[in-house]
């Protein structure tokens, strides 16, 4: 793989909570807590978990406006991310096609000797 792998990053976004989540602040720009949780089957307070999962490894960041955090998407880190799934894409087509052949070779052999 030429992108290396970020474990927490994957553990993060391995969550379908926090893909919903980002899913959600990317379809509407930023987000609170509050108005998260009113799109979500969660808590106010399990998103604000969620959040600082998300936060920790960059994939959020937030201001204060007020009394309320908003949270935007990093679009490097998200790239960061696509980059990385990309990756293991290809690395899994690769081995996938390896396998594939084996598999039709050995067909092949089965097919030869059953004549």
Same mark, same amino acid.
């Given at each position: 793989?030429?992108?290396?792998?970020?474990?927490?990053?994957?553990?993060?976004?391995?969550?379908?909570?926090?893909?919903?989540?980002?899913?959600?602040?990317?379809?509407?720009?930023?987000?609170?807590?509050?108005?998260l949780s009113e799109h979500l089957p969660v808590t106010?307070?399990?998103?604000? @978990?969620?959040?600082?999962?998300?936060?920790?490894?960059?994939?959020?960041?937030?201001?204060?406006?007020?009394?309320?955090?908003?949270?935007?998407?990093?679009?490097?880190?998200?790239?960061?991310?696509?980059?990385?799934?990309?990756?293991?894409?290809?690395?899994?087509?690769?081995?996938?096609?390896?396998? @594939?052949?084996?598999?039709?070779?050995?067909?092949?052999?089965?097919?030869?000797?059953? @004549?």
């Open positions: 793989m030429s992108v290396l792998v970020d474990d927490d990053l994957w553990s993060a976004v391995g969550d379908p909570t926090r893909r919903r989540m980002l899913d959600q602040l990317l379809s509407d720009g930023s987000g609170t807590a509050t108005s106010r307070q399990a998103v604000s @978990k969620h959040l600082v999962v998300l936060d920790r490894v960059g994939l959020v960041h937030a201001t204060t406006a007020g009394r309320e955090r908003q949270y935007r998407v990093d679009p490097a880190q998200l790239a960061r991310a696509v980059a990385q799934l990309a990756d293991v894409g290809a690395t899994w087509d690769t081995r996938l096609q390896r396998i @594939k052949r084996i598999a039709e070779t050995i067909q092949r052999g089965n097919t030869e000797t059953d @004549k």
